[in-house]
């Protein structure tokens, strides 16, 4: 099964390079975006805005390394308001809840996807770091899927392979694919209806309410003593996930596919300057202990990223002058 | 420098280069002194999560460099070769490594002979690391012009397991942005280890 899907990602991969690069020069005058793949693009945009405005409940597993996980997902559209929920069938067992959220409330990361009619203006998106190709997916959860192949044109970020339901553009399985063609992780629909959800009846489950950035800004900007810093590099196409005070903890990039946060954190004494890494599935957490104008800090990246990326990204966390 | 060479040295770091990012660290090494004070910069930390003994990589390497490419490149570009012959800059660049690393255990050790009999002061840093920066002072030896601070081993295994708390600490908060900003829905919330509240 992956053997079979990983030779078709290099052939199909391999394909529209080719063509890029026979097109040459021709290319930059009838669109502004290098080789952008409309078919793909187009397949992305109707991803992104399924995922919020279809009605939908399921069961998914979402596979890391040997751990599997089982999970139901329920997305509610009423009055314009989507209410999605995730509720754990393995482990924990906990509930995440995001209720009345506006459809016309686009995040950043959707905002890369749902190019539409910008793309001619000079807007890329997901474009400009992902090269695409397209091709007919296996049955899925009963629904006939679309496969789209994306693979990364830099090393900052990984490569994905999408199948979205040929109907309605929902993303029924997506893999997490790393150096060597490995998968790292992998998300799957098992069971997929669209109807709304019956409310699931949640009994003694923790149920944690999702959050939206205003609030999670405030909470946060009430921890005192903070350092001001910012940060000089991330990979290109990376964009901020929302406004975040030069004294934040936190700062989170997006490109539409991968996302990863930046934490920094001082310290009462002193850190012997090092560095180190902890992975799960597609996750990376990068810690490093250095000093910012003498202060003792700890900055750490986690995200859906190579290490190189978080180093990177990390190397070049300064304090704001 | 430039931002291709940044990344070019820490995949070569990582024994992930690809051939081009061999050339490209090799033909500017040396004639430009801040690559290989990053270099240097990368080493350090990369050494400390891999481990090991710190080196002394403060050294001018590039000279070593040359010499190991000029001994592979005899009757030819040793850009061309090294193309038409993959194989062979994989033992350029292993040597390259070889001759780096190796020059620097030999400085480790000889260091690590002038500290005995050196108390060596320490105090415990909030994440339970030993810190002996600066307690003592490092002799210069051999090509080096400044001193790496002295690490115990037991900072691998310290840093490495900030990683896993780290993660465990933040990321809730992350999956909270990643819900909004990737293509799953809430599915990243299933990466949290353990969900609060």
Known sequence: MIVKSSSNWRLVLFLPALAGIMLGSARASWAECPAADADALAWLDKMSRSLQQVSYHGVVTFQRGDEMQAMEVANTIVDGMAT?????????????????????????????????????????????????????????????????LIHPRDMYRYGYVLELDRETGLLLKSSTIGRGDKVLEKFQFASLSY?????????????????????????????????????????????????????????????????????????????????????????ISYTRGMHMKGVPVLVTVIGEVPLNTARMVADSVVEAS | MSE??????????????????????????????????????????????????????????????????????????????????????????ASVTVAVVFGGQQLAQLENGSYDGQAIASSVSPVGMVNSLGATSVQASYGTRSSVPVLQPATHTAYQELARQRLQKYMQEHAEHAALNSPNGLVPFARVPRIQE
């Open chain 1, 195 to 283: 109807t709304s959800n019956p409310e699931g009846e949640s009994g003694p489950r923790l149920v944690h309410q999702a959050k939206h950035p205003e609030y999670i800004n405030r909470k946060l900007s009430a921890g005192g003593g903070r350092l001001a810093w910012s940060v000089n590099w991330v990979p290109h196409g990376f964009t901020a996930t929302d406004q975040q005070a030069a004294i934040s903890s936190r700062k989170t990039y997006t490109d539409g596919l991968a996302v990863f946060s930046i934490f920094v954190e001082a310290l009462s004494q002193d850190i012997r300057p090092g560095e180190g890494v902890a992975r799960t599935g597609g996750t």
């Open chain 2, 4 to 93: 291709l060479m940044r990344e070019s040295l820490s995949a070569l770091l990582d024994d992930e280069a690809n051939e081009l990012e061999i050339e490209r660290v090799l033909s500017k090494v040396a004639d430009d002194p801040e690559l290989r004070a990053t270099w240097v910069r990368y080493n350090i930390v990369h050494t400390v999560a891999s481990g090991q003994q710190p080196m002394h990589l403060d050294l001018d390497i590039s000279a070593r460099v040359r010499d190991e490419l000029g001994g592979q490149a005899q009757g030819g570009s040793a850009f061309r070769q090294r193309w038409l012959r993959p194989l062979s800059s994989v033992a350029v660049a």
């Open chain 1, 84 to 148: 999605e929920r995730l509720t754990e069938l393995t482990g924990q067992g906990a509930e995440v809840v995001r209720v009345d959220h506006p459809l016309e409330c686009v995040h950043p990361g959707h905002q890369l996807l749902q190019l539409g009619t910008s793309l001619k203006s000079g807007h890329c998106g997901v474009s400009s770091n992902y090269r695409f190709g397209v091709t007919d997916g296996e049955l899925i959860a009963g629904r006939q899927a679309v496969r789209i």
